[in-house]
């Protein structure tokens, strides 16, 4: 979530200037644990859509689109 932020800010954009979030978790379990960090980042509480996937590139645990306005 650092990097989103991070890279938004860089691009003239926020974390709450962000419309829509496509969050894609590797297991459902985790959805509790990643929601509460997702929380405290998205605070303005953007369109969001959350799917599980069989595997992430590198077998990260979650991948995390976002649509900002700028």
């Known amino acids: 979530m650092q990097n989103l932020k991070n890279l938004l800010e860089a691009s003239g954009s926020s974390l ?13 379990n985790d959805f509790g644990a990643f929601n509460a960090i997702y929380g405290k980042y998205f605070t303005g509480k953007p369109a969001r859509s959350c799917v599980a996937v069989k595997t992430l590139p590198k077998n990260v645990l979650c991948e995390v689109e976002v649509i900002a306005e700028v």
């Open 16 to 28: 709450e200037k962000a419309v829509k979030t496509v969050c894609f978790l590797a297991d459902m």
